[in-house]
């Protein structure tokens, strides 16, 4: 599976964005692998987002299937999402 | 297609390569990046540089040019929508915050957009073609991803007399002599900001103007090292303390800002770098338009009071006071303070407009507002910061003490406060207090946030003659019953 990463621009953030994705590739190593949204063969883009305002700009992705993570325990979900998909 | 952002890296090197004239201290400064009192103002523009690489940040720091379609640095855009004039406010608390003084950049961007809307009105009344002349310049800034000076202030000598009176005619910039290439202009611009850090100084009058004012009713673009151009730096309060190595006493130890003042003796500009020459009747819109996008400028202080709110919270607890109820409300305080200020800069430029010429501006009245609560609230979050951090900040002796074998065994001992925390950390955190509060990046929190973009007063006027005071009349009356 490959994940199409997109950040929010991080004005305000909550929580640590990037400590969270590093956190993500280590979890699914494996299962998934995270690369830049606009590469090929994306399955999925994740954004992640500092807050839940998010704000990340996924206008190039309208037609793609998009998962929003705007907090720690967003990412444990997705991780389970994606470990399910995997088994 | 290649992307016009340059690497932190790139945009060093890009300084060395300027043979800008310099004094400080009495002294031509003969290698100006490295200079340690000059050099942290350059880390801090390089932040702006560095930060529109990362994926974690390019989302708000960098945008699609309207005019090649490329990636550029935000800094060099001309913002096309209310989500971009949002963008921009959010930019500033992210820039503000992970520098924690002034990045010196968002003024070129304020006169590159005042100068999108303004050249464009100008050439549909008068048929000029400062326009095109303007956006083949933009072009140039975006593609090389240069730092622009956006210079407004001037001198302004005898402050009862227009520039056109002044006993000496330089107290304003003015064109001293018309040639079939160019003109030659001659005057001085104050409080320059990052001025030693920019490729490029866009010059722009300073207040309205009338007929009689015409020969200083001019704006235009240079290399910042063209000939006759005089940097002579401003000083800051502790500013010689980053000449004594080590690194506690700065406070910040990575960042800081400068202003300077630029004299042009007798400069030459050609004319496809003048983009306006001798239309007096729209400098006010000149002056207005740049100070509405400057005093939305002003979102920086949110990041700023973001890093001093935490240096309080942090210096609260190093000395074991976190605890206590009346701090627990002054933190409470200074972020309702800080807060109020991100609504204000988030409010103008959601509010914002398009201009005939397409660029978005923010509204008026809401960034005269914002601005008038900056000149403010650092002050009262400042002073809070202080009345968390105790006495000991401005009491506190210098690092050298703390690294003597002598004295350092004492402050050691006697600075020692929460238990759990390194004695030096405690004079660290403090430090950055200081410096926040009344050291180098005081300038910028500070004095800046009172004067910077216009003082206090120039925001009321605004406010003044924005609000709709008829309309609130009409609206008390008939809700009682007044016919």
């Known amino acids: 599976m490959r994940i199409g990463l997109k950040y929010c621009g991080g004005c305000n953030p909550e929580y640590d964005r990037v400590a969270l994705v590093r956190h993500l590739e280590v979890r699914l190593q494996g299962k998934a692998e995270l690369v830049l949204p606009a590469d090929r063969d994306v399955d999925i883009i994740l954004t992640v987002n500092g807050c839940s305002i998010a704000c990340a700009d996924v206008s190039l992705f309208q037609q793609m299937e998009i998962r929003t993570i705007t907090s720690f325990k967003d990412g444990e979900d997705f991780i389970k999402e994606v470990e399910s998909i995997n088994m | ?483």
């Open chain 2, 1 to 483: 297609m290649r992307m016009p952002i340059m690497t932190a890296e790139q945009y060093e090197d890009s300084l060395r390569r300027l043979n800008l004239v310099v004094y400080m201290f009495g002294e031509r400064v003969k290698d100006v990046v490295d200079n340690p009192i000059i050099r942290p103002s350059m880390n801090a523009v390089a932040r702006t540089y560095e930060l529109a690489q990362r994926p974690e940040h390019e989302d708000i720091m960098a945008a699609t040019s309207h005019i090649t379609g490329k990636k550029i640095n935000r800094f060099t855009h001309i913002h096309q929508s209310t989500n971009d004039l949002v963008k921009k406010s959010k930019m500033g608390r992210l820039l503000g915050r992970e520098t924690g003084c002034c990045f010196q950049r968002c003024v070129g961007m304020d006169a590159l957009n005042a100068l999108s809307i303004v050249t464009f009105n100008i050439d549909a009344k008068y048929g000029t073609g400062y326009y095109k002349r303007f956006l083949r310049y933009l072009e140039y800034v975006q593609e090389n991803d240069l730092t622009c000076d956006g210079a407004m202030t001037d001198p302004k000598g005898d402050r009862r007399l227009p520039p056109h009176q002044q006993p000496d005619p330089d107290q304003f910039l003015h064109v001293v002599e018309e040639r079939k290439d160019g003109i030659v202009v001659r005057g001085a611009k104050a409080h320059q900001t990052g001025a030693l850090n920019s490729h490029e100084i866009i010059i722009m009058p300073t207040i309205s103007m009338r007929e009689e004012d015409r020969d200083y009713a001019i704006s235009f673009a240079l290399p910042s090292d063209s000939q006759g151009i005089i940097y002579i730096m401003g000083r800051q309060s502790c500013d010689t303390r980053k000449l004594e190595g080590g690194s506690m006493d700065q406070g910040n130890i990575m960042f800081g800002g400068h202003e300077a003042l630029v004299v042009l003796d007798n400069v030459f500009v050609p004319w496809d770098r003048v983009f306006m020459y001798k239309e007096y009747d729209f400098v006010g819109q000149l002056v207005e338009t740049f100070a509405s996008y400057h005093r939305q400028s002003y979102s920086c202080k949110v990041g700023v009071g973001d890093v001093l709110i935490g240096a309080a919270q942090t210096a609260a607890e190093y000395n074991g006071t976190e605890r206590a109820s009346h701090i627990r409300d002054k933190i409470i305080e200074m972020n309702q303070l800080n807060e109020t200020l991100y609504c204000g800069c988030i409010a103008c430029a959601s509010e914002g407009h398009k201009e005939p010429s397409g660029t978005y501006s923010v509204n008026t009245l809401l960034a005269n507002v914002h601005k008038q609560n900056v000149t403010r609230f650092p002050y009262e979050i400042s002073r809070l910061a202080q009345d968390i951090a105790g006495g000991l900040m401005v009491t506190m002796p210098s690092e050298k003490d703390f690294r003597s074998p002598e004295a350092g065994k004492w402050l050691e001992k006697y600075f020692k406060a929460n238990p759990d925390v390194p004695t030096e950390d405690r004079m660290r955190i403090l430090r950055l207090i200081e410096n926040i509060t009344l050291g180098t990046a005081a300038v910028g929190y500070l004095t800046e946030s009172m004067h910077g973009a216009g003082s206090p007063q120039a925001q009321r006027i605004m406010i003044s003659r924005r609000v709709n005071l008829q309309q609130k009349q009409i609206a008390a009356k008939k809700l009682c019953g007044i016919k």
